[in-house]
Structure formats: C-alpha cells, structure tokens
C-alpha cells in the first residue's frame, strides 16, 4: 500500500470480506520498505506524506532504477517518477523494465516530440500492478521526456488540484529546468499552464500574461542570468511565487549562484527559494500548496 486510499480500499475489502487476512497481509508485508541490498525502497511514503516515493536517478545504474521501480509498482503504487535520468540511461532502463522489449534501448523517444507520451515496453492494466515484491517482476513501460530528463512509469494521472500551477520560464534556456517542474507538477496531479521565455529583457511578454497570472494558485519562476523574473512576478500575483535559481548565465553568474543571490533578496514579498536548477523541488512544493484545501 503506497496511499492513503489504497490502504483504506485493502481495509474495506477485508471488513466486507472481498479479501482475507492472510492476502492483506501479503500486500502488507514489505512494509515500511523493501531492501534490495543497494537500496530500501520507501513503500509506504505515500500513506505517511500523501506523495510515494521518486526516485532519483543521476549516479544510479539503469539496473538499480529499474530494481526500484519494480519494488516500487509491485507493492501498489500504480506510477513511479524518475527524475535526472539522461538519454543512455533512459534507454538501458526501459530495456529492463520491458524484458528486453524494448529492443536494447532502441525504442527511446522524447515524448514532448509527437506532443503525448511514449509508451517504451509493454503497458501492463492496473490491477497487475500489486504483485508481490516477491514474484516475478512484471513488464513496464517508461515514458521518457528528454529535455525535462525525467521517467515515467505508469502514466500521469487526472489533475486532482484545487486549481492551477502557472510554470514561467526567463528564457528558452532556462526551459529543461522549466520542463522539470512543469511535468512534476503534472505527475503530481496538477493542472499546469507554461509561459516560456517571458523574461526581463522584454517584460512587456510576461505582462501580456497577466490574466494567467492571476488566476495562477502558485508561480513556479524559473530564470538564470540575476534571477529578476521571480521578484517581477512576485510584485504582480497574490499566490505563492517559488522561485528557481538555474545555472544558466555568463561567468559572473557562478554557475547560478548569482540567481540564487537575487532570489533569495527579493523585495517581493511572496517569494521563497530552491536549489539552483531544482525544478522537482519546487514543483513538488509547489503541488503541496495546490492540494490544500
């Protein structure tokens, strides 16, 4: 059980006699993890935070990723986030995560090119998705979003956000930070509108958007160079401005240092920080506030 709402529907299945003890108990019995030896998978995050684990995949081995995906969708939950996987790896993982469908790696495609996801493996229904972490491992497709280096296994699920989350991005080379916010926030079970290059050297862009902005629960603001885009913004909305740093910049920006600097003194008076380039964080955090309710 990996949420909240899968634990209730286990519980409401035994009281009503729709599953015994002893098949609660093995759906249980990873719990609270699952130790492959090179990793213990967090099973019940979910439950616990409301969001499951993701799994981080930059300096893991495409073996290890998939390992944990398949722990991961074989204790219940029915999607997993990769995020920092770039475009070898993608490939390797997919493989292992099909069987060796997916041809060695040579069925990877960016899904953002043909405008939906890329199914890579063998799409496996739902319900097959519970098996024990100790059968076999089942065959799983990954979708892959080169630009965002993100995975997805399972699919993204129907917006459940109370309302929207506006992704503004400086400029078109702040975007793969952007992109890594923008399908987080998606994975997350949020609407999301991006607004791409609408930057400070031409503010009249962004504030041709003002009607977006307001209606934005939360501003995810994405720039490099000295960060201004989050404080403008910040002085234009009445939501939540999340502000992140990327790394984007001439040598005096310190590889996002200088950004980050900007950021964190900004007048505006809604605006918090992330790491420079930590579009997960922010979309994460930025998911969170959209849900409450």
């Known amino acids: 059980m990996?949420?909240?709402?899968?634990?209730?529907a286990l519980l409401a299945a035994v009281a009503a006699?729709?599953?015994?003890?002893?098949?609660a108990l093995a759906r249980c019995k990873t719990a609270?993890?699952?130790?492959?030896?090179?990793?213990k998978v967090d099973t019940h995050r979910g439950v616990r935070q409301g969001v499951a684990e993701v799994v981080y995949g930059e300096g893991k081995t495409a073996a290890q990723i998939a390992g944990i995906c398949q722990a991961l969708v074989a204790s219940g939950q029915p999607r997993v986030l990769i995020t920092r996987l770039d475009d070898g790896k993608a490939a390797a993982v997919a493989?292992?995560?099909s069987g060796g469908a997916a041809g060695g790696g040579?069925?990877?495609r960016d899904a953002s090119e043909a405008g939906a996801p890329a199914a890579l493996?063998?799409?496996v229904p739902a319900p097959a998705l519970a098996a024990s972490v100790d059968g076999p491992a089942p065959a799983l497709a990954l979708t892959y979003f080169a630009e965002a280096r993100l995975g997805v296994v399972g699919g993204m699920p129907e917006p459940d956000g109370v309302g929207e989350i506006v992704v503004a991005a400086a400029g078109t080379s702040d975007v793969p930070v952007a992109e890594e916010a923008a399908l987080t926030a998606e994975f997350l079970g949020n609407r999301v509108t991006r607004l791409y290059d609408v930057g400070v050297a031409g503010v009249h862009r962004l504030l041709a958007q003002a009607d977006v902005l307001a209606r934005a629960r939360v501003v995810v603001a994405v720039?490099?160079?000295e960060g201004a885009l989050a404080s403008v913004v910040g002085g234009l909305v009445s939501c939540p401005v999340i502000a992140v740093p990327t790394s984007v910049g001439y040598g005096a920006s310190f590889g996002g240092m200088t950004a980050l600097l900007a950021m964190l003194n900004s007048c505006a008076s809604g605006v918090s920080v992330v790491n420079i380039d930590n579009g997960f964080g922010a979309a994460y955090q930025a998911s969170l506030i959209n849900h409450l309710r």
């Open 95 to 97: 493989d292992a995560l």
């Open 121 to 123: 493996g063998a799409l």
């Open 17 to 23: 006699g729709e599953a015994s003890v002893e098949e």
């Open 106 to 108: 040579g069925a990877v």
């Open 223 to 225: 720039a490099g160079m």
């Open 32 to 39: 609270p993890f699952a130790d492959l030896g090179y990793a």
């Open 2 to 8: 990996v949420d909240e709402a899968g634990l209730r």
